[in-house]
């Protein structure tokens, strides 16, 4: 089966550069680009015309609201469906499988979730969330119980540790469950995710550690009488050739400050989410060259330098990108979420010069897999 493809959708705006993404405001007015219905509906009809799946949208204080951003955008797009990211502690799960039973109808049935459950305590208390991570994890397992259960019954009702709800139901029935995406690398995310994913999502670390990953949340997920599709979250440099790939990778992190940089390396290993503390055990916390950044062949950790969340990208010619798609593939992941710097241009190398190489013939065939 071949793989399917979603880009990310920049509702918080968008950096040429990944030394712009964190800038000084005469910096950002250069180089940013507003998170506006046009801008956004330019960048969802591009990744439509490609032929993506889907786009992703953040979640958070930093950005604009995943459900309303997107609702929105549905209505300029005709096929392309929108993975909304949101956080379980600040919505009601009745209210949540409201929203997605409307989200759905009104769509055509364009919408997947990305539950994210949060591993950032700073981030979660600007909601009035104080509950500690294992209890955050918990917590969205319940919330994927009741609204599961909201779409499958005429009424629901369910007393647990978190919620207490009695008859809970949607205006309408639902027309399409959507798909739901998870990601988490601690122990107590792989346990929601094998009870409660189809699609475990993990950030682009090196290949032994996604097989490794991969292999635990099957064993985890086998325990439930489950089997989930995988997904990966990278960041792409494509260019025509592998020396241009690699001068735009100098470009990104030109202009990066090394003292911001190791703050910020120590900060992401300190932090509460483990994904992030996997992602910055990639590099040292130096600034040193673009090169000396690969951890693996093709995979690249600049992003990591000063970007939460995913902090890899596939780097190379169109070709080269496409032969780490497929290493990644033939590891168990079927589903891929990417983005670039900035969005809009690397979206348009992607599409042209990579796409079309994994459709027009079997990856093992040209790819060496």
Known sequence: MSPKFHWYLPTHGDTT???????????????HLEPTLQNLTALSRAAEDFGFEAVLTPTGSHCEDSWIATAALAQHTERLKFLVAFRPGVLSPSLAAAQVSTYQRFTGNRLALNIVTGGDDTEMHRYGDHIDKAARYRRTGEFLTVVRGIWGNPEFSFRGEFYDVTAATTAYPIEQVPTVYFGGSSPEAIEVAAQHADVYLTWGEPPDQVADKIFRVRE????????????????SVARPTHEQAWQRADELIAGLSAEKVRATHERYLAS?????????????????????LEVHPGLWAGPSLLRDGAGTAAIGSYEEVAAVFDEYRRLGISEFILSGYPQSVEIDHVGRGVLPLLASAPAAAHLGG
């Open 220 to 235: 985890a997920a086998a325990r439930y009488g489950r089997t989930l599709r995988f997904g990966l979250r990278l960041h």
């Open 17 to 31: 550069t990944i030394a712009d993404n964190r800038g000084t405001a005469a910096v950002r007015s250069r180089s």
């Open 272 to 292: 509460g989410s483990e994904g992030q503390r996997r992602m910055a055990a990639l590099t040292t916390g130096e600034l040193v060259d673009a090169r000396s």
